[in-house]
């Protein structure tokens, strides 16, 4: 496997943010459900906290392992979803948590090396997925699922306006015995497939590329399942703070916050609230935390970033 390049590790976003808003203490337990190389927990171990982190790719917990052995019992990772939060945690010690963490940004590791196959500036098989070990490819689901499925990932996940004219291309090469099977051909493709004049600011294989890795890794699914985990997981005064990237992780962290800090989204006409409203949660952000100018200017990937933050008083 290629090595890590380490003046390329992942920056992270929203840094001092989010430990304001955590307020990390010593001798707190917490947990940092997507670790990648660890920026915000290197914050945490530092402010005296003890910390577990996830991830469901191996390197990122070897790279973390080597980077905070200086801390000795105070870290320690373990690999897995960050869905299941609770099986993990419970394995390591942490039955409960007055801090978690996810940053939902995909780290510099995955983008850094070729043969994982999430991007489109190294030729390799598309492969996209973070625990490589098990579950689908993108090449797979390139060559198995129906033009409208192809079409559906493409415009849900990747808010790509052309994807059925993607999907049709895709379609079109596998029937003539030529399936998409690298990170180049789907490049090349989705290029020949928009139009000319397609005034874009990112390359155009971007959405594409974002929406095949969503669905590969079950991302939506899996956020919703560990949300609900986490809170439950939480100590009473106990903090949640999430960073996404992508409009509809921001909606679901949004509106599941929203639930459980008691807001009903039941019509007004409903005599008896039907969608589960509960007040355990007091929201610390009433609108979405972003970065600075001077951050976006430093950090680029940092502009669509966005930080929720809850306690739970329940």
């Known amino acids: 496997m290629s090595q890590i390049d380490e003046n390329r590790l992942h920056t992270p976003v929203l840094l001092t943010e989010t430990i304001d808003l955590l307020k990390p203490r010593k001798g707190e337990q917490a947990i940092d459900a997507t670790l990648g190389i660890g920026g915000h927990t290197e914050m945490l171990l530092e402010a005296g906290a003890r910390v577990l982190g996830i991830d469901r790719d191996s390197t990122a917990i070897i790279e973390a392992e080597k980077r905070f052995s200086r801390y000795g019992s105070l870290f320690q990772a373990e690999t897995g979803r960050f869905s299941q939060i609770r099986e993990i945690a419970a394995k390591a010690g942490f039955k409960q948590a007055d801090i978690i963490l996810a940053d939902l940004g995909v780290s510099s590791i995955q983008f850094d090396i070729p043969e994982r196959g999430f991007s489109f500036r190294f030729d390799a098989p598309l492969d996209m997925r973070m625990d490589q070990s098990k579950g689908i490819t993108?090449?797979?689901?390139?060559?198995?699922?129906?033009?409208?499925?192809?079409?559906?990932?493409?415009?849900?996940?990747?808010?790509?306006r052309y994807s059925r004219r993607i999907a049709r291309q895709i379609v079109k090469r596998r029937e003539e015995g030529k399936p998409v099977t690298t990170t180049k051909d789907l490049a090349e493709l989705v290029e020949r497939a928009l139009p000319r004049r397609y005034g874009i600011s990112i390359h155009p294989a971007t959405r594409t590329f974002q929406a095949l890795r969503?669905?590969?890794?079950?991302?939506?699914?899996?956020?919703?399942?560990f949300l609900e985990a986490a809170v439950e997981m939480l100590k009473p005064g106990g903090r949640i703070a999430v960073i996404s990237f992508h409009s509809l992780e921001d909606r679901i962290v949004k509106q599941k916050f929203a639930r459980m800090s008691g807001k009903c989204e039941c019509p007004p006409r409903y005599p008896v609230c039907q969608c589960g409203a509960s007040k355990i949660l007091k929201l610390?952000?009433?609108?979405?935390?972003?970065?600075s100018e001077d951050e976006i200017s430093r950090n680029p990937r940092s502009r669509s970033a966005k930080l929720r933050a809850a306690q739970k008083i329940a």
């Open 214 to 225: 969503i669905a590969v890794n079950d991302e939506m699914n899996e956020l919703e399942r």
């Open 284 to 291: 610390l952000t009433r609108k979405p935390v972003t970065a």
């Open 138 to 160: 993108a090449a797979e689901i390139l060559a198995e699922y129906s033009e409208q499925e192809i079409a559906d990932i493409i415009f849900s996940y990747g808010e790509e």
